[in-house]
C-alpha cells in the first residue's frame, strides 16, 4: 500500500493494509491511536451516535469494512469481535435536543468527544472519517472516506451503526406509526408519509423538516 500527494493510502494489487494508518501513527511514537466514526447524521429522527475503538495491531478481525458497506447480519457477526478484540472502546451520542441546539455537525462532535473521554484506555491519538477536526485534545488525523482504508476506524463505524440501529428498533416500539425499525430515521418516502399523516413526534429533528409542505405537494403531484 503506497500513499499519494494527498496523503491517502491506497491498494497495491488486490491486497489492502487496514492497518497502514495505525501503523503510520505507531511509527510517530503513539501506542494507543482510537478510530473514531459515526452514525446517523443524515436520519430526520432519533439521536447521532459516535464510537472510538482502540484495536490492538494484530487484531484479526475477518471481513471488516465500512459500516455502509456491510449487511446488517454481517455488521451484527462484527460487532460481537469488535467488542472481544479490541483494547477498548466506547460508543456515545448525541441527543435530537442537542441535535437542534447546537446543529448536526456540532453535536455529532460532542458525541465523538464523549466516545473519546469513555474509553477505558485513554488514547494518545485520533483517527477521525471525515475532512473535519471535532477538536480533540489529543493529535488527531482526518481521514477522508476512512471507514473505508482503516480498520479502527471501520470498527467504530460499525459499533456506531449497530447501537443506533439497535436505538431506533426501541423508538419504533414506543412510536410504531412511523416505522423507524425500517428506516432507522432515514428520510424515506414512507417515512415522509408517516410525519405528514402523523405529525412530527418528540425523537424528530424539527430542523431536519422544514420542507414538509414540499414533501406533501410532490406526494400528491401538484
Excluded at 494527498?6 to 497502514?20: I, N, P, S, V
Aim: proline share 5%.
Amino acid at each position: 500500500m503506497t500513499a499519494g500527494a494527498d496523503g491517502r493510502f491506497r491498494k497495491e494489487g488486490t491486497h489492502m493494509d487496514w492497518y497502514a494508518w495505525e501503523k503510520e501513527a505507531a511509527a510517530k511514537g503513539f501506542r494507543s491511536v482510537c478510530g473514531i466514526d459515526e452514525a446517523g447524521r443524515g436520519p430526520l429522527a432519533g439521536p447521532v451516535f459516535a464510537a472510538a475503538v482502540i484495536l490492538p495491531p494484530d487484531a484479526d478481525i475477518p471481513g471488516i469494512n465500512d459500516s455502509k458497506k456491510l449487511t446488517p447480519r454481517r455488521r451484527e457477526a462484527l460487532f460481537g469481535l469488535i467488542i472481544d478484540r479490541a483494547r477498548a472502546y466506547c460508543v456515545a451520542q448525541a441527543s435530537v435536543e442537542e441535535i437542534e441546539s447546537h446543529n448536526i455537525l456540532g453535536a455529532t462532535f460532542m458525541a465523538m468527544r464523549r466516545a473519546l473521554a469513555g474509553l477505558g484506555l485513554p488514547a494518545d491519538a485520533a483517527l477521525v472519517d471525515g475532512c473535519c477536526d471535532p477538536g480533540f485534545a489529543v493529535p488527531t488525523r482526518c481521514i477522508v472516506r476512512g471507514d473505508g482504508q482503516s480498520a479502527s476506524i471501520a470498527a467504530a463505524s460499525i459499533l456506531a451503526k449497530v447501537l443506533r440501529d439497535r436505538y431506533m428498533c426501541e423508538l419504533d416500539r414506543a412510536y410504531p406509526q412511523y416505522q423507524f425499525a425500517r428506516h432507522k430515521g432515514y428520510p424515506t418516502r414512507a417515512h415522509y408519509e408517516a410525519i405528514l399523516k402523523y405529525g412530527v413526534s418528540p425523537v424528530h429533528r424539527a430542523s431536519f423538516l422544514k420542507n414538509l409542505e414540499e414533501k406533501r405537494m410532490a406526494f400528491e403531484g401538484k
